[in-house]
């Protein structure tokens, strides 16, 4: 595609519920970032990709969260068991190294009911 | 955890004044890039200079870097109200320069 993509747009999700959030790099991009945004801050960094290699999942705040990219394209960020506190716009970007440009998707915002 | 901060966090100016945002980081970089986003959209790339690199510019952007007190700034030239954004800087490590950090960002209003 043209750009990255990210679905859904906009999530409600009920505490306790499971929500799959998925990212659809630019195609060829060997790097993939999630990052996750709250309400006026700078987004803080989830995980990183190279190709499916999860090289770096420092980020990630509790084990509810799990990321894949099993064919080195498409990746999907699950959240188990959500809870309030994960209510925020998750961001993906891709980049091509070595360039280090990141291109971004719209996010999905989640809401935590 | 976050690499850079920027300030100032807010910064309100008249359209065709300069705005002019600073970023401080912790650790060695390869890398450091200056991201815009508007409200309730993605981030768009803007610039970005490399470690040994000391100033760019881009049409009415121009970045300067230094490394020895491991800073930078953004200067935006006669400014417009379009320009109205967040602007973030963000690192990366120096021993790994795929791995980008970003600060909490700097809000830019300018008024017409």
């Known amino acids: 595609g043209a750009g990255v993509s990210q679905s859904p747009r906009y999530k409600v999700a009920k505490r306790g519920q499971d929500v799959a959030l998925r990212c659809d790099p630019i195609?060829?991009?060997?790097?993939l970032f999630w990052y996750q945004q709250a309400l006026g801050q700078g987004p803080e960094f989830l995980t990183y990709?190279?190709?499916?290699?999860?090289?770096?999942k420092s980020g990630l705040p509790s084990d509810r969260f799990f990321a894949e990219r099993p064919e080195g394209s498409v990746s999907t960020l699950k959240i188990q068991r959500t809870q309030q506190e994960d209510s925020a716009v998750y961001l993906c970007?891709?980049?091509?190294?070595?360039?280090?440009?990141?291109?971004f998707g719209q996010g999905t915002r989640l809401t935590v009911v | 955890s976050q690499q850079g901060e920027e300030d100032p966090q807010a910064l309100s100016i008249q359209e065709g004044e300069n705005a002019t945002m600073n970023c401080s980081y912790k650790?060695?970089?390869?890398?450091l890039q200056w991201y815009r986003q508007n409200s309730g959209r993605g981030l768009v790339h803007l610039i970005l200079?490399?470690?040994?690199?000391r100033e760019k510019h881009s049409g009415r952007l121009r970045v300067t870097l230094d490394t020895s007190k491991k800073s930078s700034s953004l200067l935006i030239t006669a400014s417009r109200a379009a320009d109205t954004a967040s602007y973030f800087c963000?690192?990366?490590?120096?021993?790994?320069?795929?791995?980008?950090?970003f600060g909490a960002g700097t809000r830019l209003t300018v008024k017409p």
């Open positions: 990709f190279q190709n499916e290699a999860q090289l770096d």
């Open positions: 650790t060695s970089i390869n890398n």
């Open positions: 970007a891709s980049s091509l190294p070595p360039a280090p440009e990141a291109f």
């Open positions: 963000a690192t990366d490590f120096a021993y790994n320069n795929n791995d980008m950090r």
């Open positions: 200079i490399r470690s040994n690199e």
């Open positions: 195609s060829g991009h060997v790097s």
